[in-house]
């Protein structure tokens, strides 16, 4: 079982940073492919950044890619995403998810946090 809880979500203006924490429960936290998710109101939750368990390999939407970062430091049982160049429809509630599997299209990871509120002004 792993339990999931995001912070750093927040108002920001478009062009702006923000950095997204999310801090995973128990003892093999290496073992889990990490991810994250956004839903926009009125629309599907989608795909947004993944990380394997090693953090060797990583995958982006096409509409973040050269702006979001994903990383994660496994000592400290945490995944960030780094997000620059922020646009107002990156607004979203932004979700962390974990899955033991990584699959680098429709992945649907058996594990959620309870997501972070980003809001980007124009």
């Known amino acids: 079982q792993v339990q999931l809880v995001e912070s750093g979500g927040g108002l920001v203006q478009a062009g702006g940073s923000l950095r997204l924490s999310c801090a995973a429960s128990?003892?093999?936290?290496?073992?889990?492919?990490m991810g994250w998710f956004r839903q926009a109101p009125g629309k599907e939750r989608e795909f947004v950044a993944a990380i394997t368990g090693s953090g060797g390999s990583t995958y982006y939407a096409d509409s973040v890619k050269g702006r979001f970062t994903i990383s994660r430091d496994n000592a400290k049982n945490t995944v960030y995403l780094h997000m620059n160049k922020m646009k107002p429809e990156d607004t979203a509630v932004y979700y962390c998810?974990?899955?033991?599997?990584?699959?680098?299209?429709?992945?649907?990871?058996?594990?959620w946090g309870q997501g972070t509120q980003v809001t980007v002004s124009s």
């Open positions: 998810a974990a899955d033991r599997y990584l699959f680098p299209t429709n992945w649907v990871p058996g594990y």
């Open positions: 128990g003892r093999t936290f290496s073992m889990y492919a």
